[in-house]
């Protein structure tokens, strides 16, 4: 199962609202998660079953969708939401796959 | 709190193989409920999953890599690890070990700081 997000990378100002899509290229119902991923950093879980809050992830972050298509949005930009995004599914449990990554500039 | 902990050869020659250990503390590779996974990122690029092992012992790997890649646990000792045989320069990543949960969508909730592994003669 291939994951394309777009764009692949994106420049916001605080503040702003952004949205990174994420496609499948079959369906997954909703075994969709997020990441988030700062530099020198392990990747961190923000969002699983596409739309699920992580305990501790601010709530400006939130996820949708179902199917083929997910969206994680981000409300309110922070200076520190400057990272790479990283849509992941496991609809198949022997084939996980992740997209390729979205960097956002604050 | 759960941490994980990678371990292991950082430089490894061509047609070598590939040898990390993940350690666990915080919890039990017995417990059900969780697979644990390896998961590399070669440098400046993307996330690949390598493949994981649930707690009864049975391994998934990616299709890619699945002739080359084999994971296994000690509970004893509370670590599981990767080898990959027959490595070649695009091998070289930043390896991750992590942990899943089997009951939801699968995200990993939590990952080792990561060992980088250079593919080198």
Redesign the interface.
Same mark, same amino acid.
């Given at each position: 199962i291939q994951m394309t997000q777009s764009p692949s990378s994106l420049s916001a100002s605080v503040g702003d609202t952004v949205a990174i899509t994420c496609r499948a290229s079959q369906s997954i119902s909703?075994?969709?998660?997020w990441?988030q991923q700062k530099p020198g950093k392990?990747?961190?879980?923000l969002i699983?079953?596409?739309s699920?809050l992580?305990d501790a992830v601010p709530s400006r972050f939130s996820g949708s969708g179902s199917g083929t298509e997910f969206t994680l949005a981000i409300n309110s930009l922070q200076p520190e939401d400057s990272a790479t995004y @990283?849509c /992941?599914q496991?609809y198949s449990?022997?084939?996980?796959? @992740?997209? /390729?990554?979205t960097r956002l500039e604050i | 709190q759960l941490q994980l902990q990678e371990s292991g050869s950082g430089l490894v020659k061509p047609s070598q193989t590939l040898s990390l250990t993940c350690a666990v503390s915080g919890d039990s590779l017995s417990s059900g409920g969780y697979s644990w996974?390896w998961i590399r990122q070669p440098p400046g690029k993307?996330?690949?999953?390598i493949g994981?092992i649930y707690h009864s012992g049975s391994t998934?790997?990616?299709?890619s890599l699945k002739s080359r890649v084999t994971i296994s646990v000690d509970r004893s000792k509370k670590q599981f690890s990767l080898r990959l045989s027959s490595v070649t320069a695009a091998d070289t990543a930043l390896y991750?070990c992590?942990r899943?949960?089997t009951s939801?969508?699968?995200?990993?909730?939590y990952?080792?700081?990561?060992t980088l592994v250079t593919v080198s003669s």
């Open positions: 909703n075994y969709l998660n990441y392990a990747p961190e879980l699983s079953s596409a699920n992580e @990283f /992941q496991s449990a022997s084939q996980v796959t @992740f997209g /390729q990554g | 996974s993307g996330l690949e999953w994981y998934y790997y990616n299709p991750y992590a899943a949960l939801s969508s699968g995200g990993f909730d990952w080792g700081q990561g």
